[in-house]
């Protein structure tokens, strides 16, 4: 059982290493998709309020 998650964690370590920028894309999309979204919301609860 050890080396079945050691291997997923130095691929994943490997693939930190190699792409950080990625991540931190992959990361900062993620987190604007999930603003943007709560802002679309928040402008149509407030459409039906009124």
């Known amino acids: ?4 998650s050691f291997i ?14 990625g991540y931190a894309y992959a ?3 993620l987190s ?3 603003e943007s979204w709560m802002l679309l919301f928040k ?3 407030s459409e039906f309020k009124e």
């Open 1 to 4: 059982m050890a080396e079945i």
């Open 43 to 45: 402008a149509r609860s």
């Open 8 to 21: 997923p964690s130095t691929l994943l370590g490997i693939m930190e290493a190699m792409f950080p920028a």
């Open 32 to 34: 604007f998709t999930l």
């Open 27 to 29: 990361f900062d999309s």
